[in-house]
């Protein structure tokens, strides 16, 4: 039997295992902007936790809505039950979603959100008499999770290739992330015209066959890759004109994220159904939904009324205290004005990650709202070491950021000052210097 300090039972996800447990960064405590280590040392939060922490750490509203809730009422059944907090909640993320999108499923996680849209988005044309749209379209570079719908719908090649067959019937639009837009602040002006690549799908498969698309608004997890201008606007077209759903994967930009209650807002284009997590309880208690069109809903809503009308759901749908929390952070959302407050805040973020473009091995900076990229140039036959290296010094002094590939990505809470800002800046001038 292993000691309970053993690090060796617990099996990391997306971590270098062996090299986490040869050299381990323990989290122990955390405020606000700020973590706190094992060996007592303070870490700056450059990245909301895992893109989740919008409100900062262990805010008072949100910690004592659970203490509450978990004494109150620590768990309540879904399936044919209910409680009133699940229904409050839901009300509340209708009233801030864009206009028609009015109806809220429960899940536990980013991941179980978009295969429940996916799934609904299958089970929704065989209820309008349309069987035959079984085809799902993703994204090249795209992130939705890592269940199977997600990943086969997703183009992440390491999130795929040691799996091997996944969901059937899956295709992929091209990715928008095009050398001229190097260096851009906010929507890049070139690529809305990948867009079009959709009616290529179409006129492969045909219409008749095509379920859904779904992007990410903002690919986040893949490096900060932003839509050109008009492109989501043209992929609401194509897909509206051939009675194709779409899907927009809000886990990372929803709530405040990119300064509006969601992308769709902030870009102009509603889609069919929005996918949410992280952001949505503050990562205090895992929680995802999917908010759909009321088109969608209604189309479920037929026969007798004693029948389920979706044959889909989670234990943990809609747990107390995952909507006790929901409620609490969207109430700190809306008390503090964090969703305007990314707004105020986002030319003076931008202003700081381009300042650093003249640091050596960068060879791009992009951002919105409060995300934001740097991209480095690949050590030659070492691919994702030199920004491994990045993380690594960050956190030696007392930085968290995260990397994927060989791009450093950021998202801080959105209760970021200005000397956070310039700290971030500051230390990472020095590890981008010391760099190999």
């Known amino acids: 039997m292993n000691a309970p300090n053993d690090l060796s039972a617990f099996w990391m996800p997306f971590t270098a295992n062996r090299q986490f447990k040869a050299a381990p960064r323990m989290l122990t405590s955390a ?85 429940t849209a996916l799934k609904i988005a299958l089970a929704y044309h065989k209820a309008k008499g349309q069987g035959g749209r079984t085809r799902l379209i993703g994204r090249e570079r795209g992130y939705h999770g890592v269940n199977f719908g997600g990943i086969s719908v997703g183009g992440i090649v390491n999130n795929r290739r040691v799996f091997g067959p996944l969901v059937p019937g899956v295709d992929h639009l091209p990715h928008t992330h095009l050398p001229q837009n190097a260096w851009t602040r906010g929507q890049p002006e070139h690529g809305a015209d990948l867009a079009d690549d959709l009616e290529r799908l179409v006129a492969l498969h045909g219409a008749e066959t095509i379920a859904a698309v779904i992007v990410e608004p903002v690919a986040g997890s893949t490096g900060v890759l932003l839509p050109p201008k008009g492109y989501l606007e043209r992929l609401r077209e194509i897909t509206r004109k051939h ?36 952001g949505l309880t503050n990562g205090t208690i895992p929680m995802g939904a999917v908010i759909a069109s009321s088109e969608i809903h209604d189309a479920f809503m037929n026969g007798p009324d004693h029948l389920i009308e979706l044959f889909h759901g989670y234990t943990y749908s809609g747990t107390p205290v995952a909507c006790a929390a929901g409620l609490a952070t969207l109430d700190t959302y809306r008390d503090e004005g964090l969703f305007e407050r990314t707004q105020e805040l986002e030319d003076r973020w931008a202003d700081m990650l381009h300042g650093l473009r003249d640091c050596r091995n960068v060879i791009d900076v992009r951002n919105i709202g409060l995300i934001g990229a740097i991209e480095l140039q690949p050590m030659e036959g070492q691919p994702t070491k030199r920004a491994f290296q990045a993380f690594l010094d960050a956190f030696e002094k007392g930085l968290m950021i995260r990397t994927t590939g060989d791009i450093i990505a950021m998202s801080p809470p959105l209760i970021i000052e200005q000397e956070h800002i310039d700290r971030i800046g500051e230390t990472l001038r020095g590890v981008l210097k010391a760099l190999d």
């Open 31 to 115: 405020e606000g902007m700020f973590y706190r280590t094992d060996t007592d040392r303070e870490v700056l939060d450059a990245t909301a936790g895992l893109w989740c922490v919008n409100a900062g750490h262990c805010r008072p509203k949100i910690v004592e809505a659970v203490q509450r809730q978990v004494a109150e009422l620590d768990y309540a059944p879904a399936f044919q039950m209910g409680h009133p907090k699940a229904f409050e909640l839901a009300s509340r993320l209708a009233a801030i979603a864009p206009e028609g999108l009015d109806h809220v499923f429960y899940t536990n996680s980013g991941s179980e959100a978009v295969e």
């Open 243 to 278: 009675g194709i759903l779409l899907i927009f994967d809000e886990v990372i930009t929803g709530f405040g994220r990119v300064g509006a209650p969601f992308a769709a807002d902030r870009f102009g284009v509603t889609p069919d159904m929005i996918t949410c997590a992280k």
